[in-house]
T-cell receptor, first 113, second 111 residues
Framework: NAGVTQTPKFQVLKTGQSMTLQCAQDMNHEYMSWYRQDPGMGLRLIHYSVGAGITDQGEVPNGYNVSRSTTEDFPLRLLSAAPSQTSVYFC????????????FGPGTRLTVT | TQLLEQSPQFLSIQEGENLTVYCNSSSVFSSLQWYRQEPGEGPVLLVTVVTGGEVKKLKRLTFQFGDARKDSSLHITAAQTGDTGLYLCAGAKNQGGKLIFGQGTELSVKP
């Protein structure tokens, strides 16, 4: 049982490049989320999904796209990277219920130059 | 707008001291969670409090949910160097799968 896995661990992009951050979970959780973490700002929700085929925007969705074709996978796409997207990105999954307790992946550290 | 305010943001103490971290909001939450994050890793859930006034203990850590379910506190007794890390509170608002996180409290416990 690997839990939540994320790839890559580190990535450097040039402004304007696009890329996909991968996230997968093997706990059969319905809920999955993407957060970004910046110093002094905690975790901010980018996009989330309550099940396959269903996604919604979080607090900071601009510049990011998601899709959820399977229960296991929830990739995050950066369409045209900007220096403001330099951050640490965490994927999380949850079985739902009423508390949405999150299981986090190890994170992807992204630098945009 | 930060719906959950944590204080203090930074805390540096000596081993053996006690400390309290606060998580405050003007909003009511259906539940509140505390996570701990170590450098280079993702946050890990410590506890969930659900009922107003609820107190939960996890070894030397005591968590309390306010009576009005708008605030919470984390108290650590006799801190150890292994308690060093970033502590995050997060609230659920019955809005279909979303958590709202505070900005975190960075704790450093020195030997």
């Amino acid at each position: 049982n690997a839990g939540v896995t994320q790839t890559p661990k580190f990535q450097v992009l040039k402004t304007g490049q696009s890329m996909t951050l991968q996230c997968a979970q093997d706990m059969n959780h319905e809920y999955m989320s993407w957060y970004r973490q910046d110093p002094g700002m905690g975790l901010r929700l980018i996009h989330y999904s309550v099940g396959a085929g269903i996604t919604d925007q979080g607090e900071v969705p601009n510049g990011y796209n998601v899709s959820r074709s399977t229960t296991e996978d929830f990739p995050l796409r950066l369409l045209s990277a900007a220096p403001s997207q330099t951050s640490v990105y965490f994927c999380a999954s949850s079985f739902g219920g009423i508390n949405y307790e999150q299981y986090f992946g190890p994170g992807t550290r992204l630098t945009v130059t | 707008t930060q719906l959950l305010e944590q204080s203090p943001q930074f805390l540096s103490i000596q081993e053996g001291e006690n400390l309290t971290v606060y998580c405050n909001s003007s909003s009511v939450f259906s539940s509140l969670q505390w996570y701990r994050q170590e450098p280079g890793e993702g946050p890990v859930l410590l506890v969930t409090v659900v009922t107003g006034g609820e107190v939960k203990k996890l070894k030397r850590l005591t968590f309390q949910f306010g009576d009005a379910r708008k605030d919470s506190s984390l108290h650590i007794t006799a801190a150890q160097t292994g308690d060093t890390g970033l502590y995050l509170c997060a609230g659920a608002k019955n809005q279909g799968g979303k958590l709202i996180f505070g900005q975190g409290t960075e704790l450093s416990v020195k030997p």
